[in-house]
């Protein structure tokens, strides 16, 4: 039981370790670029709900097709 429990929490270090890593890089790389992170986010975030609503069944309103195509 030990070892399945090592094996699990050495891999969660391990993934933590490289998301770090590369959460550092792209960081570094944003700032590098002068971009705000707030706006990106909420940019992401606008963005992902559109995709979302296209691809869940729910009937989507022309309005916000085009609010879509505006942003």
Excluded at 10 to 18: E, N, R
Excluded at 23 to 44: Q, W
Aim: glycine residues 6%; negative net charge; contains cysteine.
């Amino acid at each position: 039981m030990f070892s399945k429990l090592s094996l699990i929490f050495f891999k969660a270090i391990k993934i933590y370790g490289i998301s770090c890593i590369f959460f550092e890089t792209y960081m570094g790389l944003f700032s590098a670029m002068e971009i705000d992170y707030t706006t990106m986010t909420y940019t992401f975030g606008i963005e992902g709900f559109f995709i979302f609503m296209k691809s869940s069944q729910i009937e989507i309103p022309l309005w916000v097709e085009a609010i879509q195509d505006i942003i």
